[in-house]
C-alpha cells in the first residue's frame, strides 16, 4: 500500500502556547506546518507535503536499491546452478533441491487453462478442485482433513486462463505422507455428491459476490469485453449457469481427458532427493496414459480501435479501468515492457495523487497470460481531468527518452521486488514453470535479471509506442462525467 501523510493538529496545545505567550520559533514554524487553520492556504499545505512525500519516496527507493544489491548477493547462488529435469513415463519433472528451508512446495499443472473449456464447462476445474480434497478411495473426508492439520500440509487447486494446477505445500519432515494424500487426491478423489453440491453452493454464492463489489466487477466486464470472441472470454471460475449444471461425470471425463503425462508438468522446489522424487512420481503417475499433447497458445488480442463502455451506478467515486494489448512472456518486447509500465506506474502515482491528489490509487500494470494486456486504473471524482493526466503521461513515455541511468536504477529496484516476491518456495515452483509452460524452457528464468538489465531507453519507448494503444476502457460511476472523445482518442 502507498504510503499517506495525515494532516493534524492539537487545539489544547495551541491555545496553551497562546495564553502563556511565550512563542518558539522553531515550534511555531513546525506547528503552522500542521495546523491547517494557521499556515495559510490549502495549496501551500498540499505543496509542502508534497515535497516532503517525494523527498521520502527518493530516499526509500535509495533504501530498496540497497537492499536489492544485498539480495541479489545474498540469493543469487540459491537461484542458479540447482534446478534439475527428468521424465516419468512421459511427465515432466523440475526439481528444485533447496536446503535453505524445510518446506516442500509441490506444484501439479495441466496445460491448456482456458483452451480446456467450453461454455458448459466454465467453471468446472475450481469446483473439482475444491470437491478432490474432500475426500479420496484411501482416504475418507475426516481422516484426510485429520491427518493434514496434524502435519500442518495444505493442498488445493485454482484455475487460471493458461492453466490448472494442484498444490502442496508441506514441511519435509511429513512428505512422504503428504505426497501419498496429494497422489490420491489427483488420482482418485470420491467426487461425493454431498460435498460436491456443498462446493457448488458455495462457488456460485462466490461468482455472485463479484457484482458486489466495483473493482472486482470492473475487472470482470473489462476482460469479458477485451476479450471478447477469444479464449480467454470463457472465464475459468465459470458463471452461475455454467456452475449450477456442472456433473461429477463431467468431472471424471475431465480427469480422464487431461491427465495424460504429455499435458501435465510437475515441479517441486524443497529439501528433496531426485531418486526419492522418482520413485514417488514413478508409483503416483506411472499408470497414466502419455497422450499426444502438444501445447498451443492462444492469439495476442487486437483491437483497432480505442473505445470506453459506461455502467451508470451510484457511487461516490467513478471506478475506471484501461486494456490494451501487451506482449507475452513469448515476445521480445517483454521485458521492455515490464520496464516501461514499472516507469508509467510510478510517474502515475506522482502526477495525478502526489501532485494534483485527484486520485488515492492510480495505477498502471502488466498481466502475465499468454494473450497478454496491460491495464490503466484510476478511482476518481473528475475522471475526465484524471484520464487526460493518465493519457499525457503515456505520451510522455513515448515520445521521451528517458535517461540510461534512471532506468538502471529503476530496474534496480523493481528487481528487488522480485527477489522479496520470490523468497518462497512455492513462488519459485510458480516462477519454474511459467517459463516452461510457455514453451521457453525453465532455463530461460536464469535469463530473467540478465534481460531486464539488458532493457535500452530505446527499446523502452519502443514498446510504449507499438503497445500502449487503441485502450478499451470501462467505467462504472456516472457516465454523464464522461468525454468519450477523451477516452477514445488515439495515442
Known amino acids: 500500500m502507498k504510503n499517506s501523510i495525515r494532516i493534524s493538529c492539537n487545539p489544547k496545545e495551541r491555545a496553551a502556547r497562546q495564553d502563556a505567550k511565550t ?42 536499491m540497497a537492499i536489492g544489491a544485498a539480495l541479489l548477493l545474498a540469493l543469487s547462488p540459491a537461484w542458479a546452478g540447482n534446478v534439475e529435469e527428468f ?56 481422516t484426510l482433513n ?24 508441506c514441511v519435509k519432515t511429513h512428505f512422504e505422507r503428504s505426497w501419498d494424500i496429494f497422489a490420491d487426491v489427483v488420482m482418485n478423489p470420491t467426487l461425493d455428491s454431498q460435498e460436491l453440491e456443498l462446493a457448488r453452493e458455495q462457488l456460485v454464492a462466490a461468482i455472485r459476490q463479484r457484482g458486489d463489489h466495483p473493482d472486482s466487477y470492473l475487472e470482470m466486464i473489462g476482460d469479458a469485453r477485451f476479450y471478447e470472441g477469444h479464449p480467454y472470454a470463457l472465464d475459468p471460475a ?3 449457469a455454467s456452475v449450477s449444471k456442472i456433473t461429477a461425470g463431467q468431472m471424471r471425463q475431465y480427469l480422464k481427458e487431461n491427465l495424460l503425462t504429455s499435458k501435465l508438468l510437475l515441479v517441486v522446489v524443497g529439501n528433496v532427493e531426485k531418486a526419492d522424487l522418482q520413485n514417488k512420481v514413478a508409483a ?42 501487451a506482449p507475452s512472456l513469448r515476445d521480445a518486447d517483454y521485458y521492455a515492457m515490464r520496464a516501461a509500465i514499472s516507469v508509467l506506474n510510478d510517474r502515475l502515482f506522482d502526477e495525478v495523487r502526489t501532485k494534483r491528489n485527484l486520485s488515492y490509487a492510480p495505477s498502471a500494470y502488466l498481466e502475465d497470460l499468454f494473450a497478454n494486456c496491460g491495464k490503466l486504473y484510476v478511482t476518481t471524482a473528475e475522471p475526465d481531468t484524471t484520464i487526460k493526466v493518465m493519457l499525457a503521461e503515456v505520451k510522455r513515455l513515448q515520445n521521451r527518452l528517458l535517461n540510461a541511468e534512471g532506468l538502471r536504477e529503476r530496474i534496480n529496484l523493481s528487481l528487488t521486488s522480485y527477489y ?25 528464468s536464469e535469463k530473467f535479471i540478465k534481460k531486464r538489465k539488458k532493457t535500452t531507453p530505446e527499446q523502452l519507448m519502443a514498446a510504449a509506442q507499438k503497445y500502449i494503444s487503441n485502450i478499451q476502457f470501462v467505467v462504472i460511476g456516472d457516465p454523464a462525467k464522461i468525454d468519450q472523445k477523451l477516452f477514445t482518442k488515439n495515442l
Open 23 to 64: 512563542p518558539r520559533p522553531r515550534k511555531e514554524k513546525t506547528f503552522r506546518i500542521l495546523c491547517p487553520a494557521a499556515a495559510g492556504s490549502w495549496r501551500e499545505i498540499f505543496g509542502f507535503f508534497c515535497k516532503k512525500f517525494l523527498c521520502f519516496r527518493q530516499q526509500r527507493e535509495r533504501w530498496l
Open 284 to 325: 503416483a503417475f506411472g499408470q497414466l496414459p502419455v497422450g499426444s499433447y502438444k501445447p498451443q497458445y492462444p492469439a495476442m488480442v487486437e483491437h483497432a480501435h480505442g473505445n470506453v463502455y459506461t455502467q451508470t451506478q451510484e457511487l461516490p467515486t467513478n471506478y475506471i479501468i484501461g486494456y490494451f494489448t
Open 87 to 142: 521424465a516419468v513415463n512421459g511427465l515432466k519433472v523440475i526439481l528444485k533441491k533447496n536446503p535453505a528451508n524445510a518446506i516442500v512446495a509441490t506444484h501439479l499443472y495441466i496445460r491448456g487453462g482456458a483452451l480446456n473449456l467450453t461454455p458448459e464447462t466454465a467453471g468446472l476445474e475450481p469446483l473439482l478442485f475444491d470437491v478432490a480434497t474432500k475426500g479420496t478411495a484411501k482416504y475418507a473426508k475426516e
Open 420 to 444: 522479496l516476491q520470490n523468497e518462497s518456495n512455492a513462488a519459485q515452483a510458480e516462477f519454474l514453470a511459467r517459463f516452461e509452460l510457455a514453451g521457453l524452457s525453465w532455463r530461460e
Open 146 to 169: 485429520a491427518e493434514l492439520s496434524r502435519m500442518g500440509t495444505q493442498i488445493g487447486g485454482n484455475a487460471e486462463r493458461d492453466y490448472s494446477v494442484m498444490r502442496m505445500r
Open 238 to 240: 465459470g458463471t452461475e
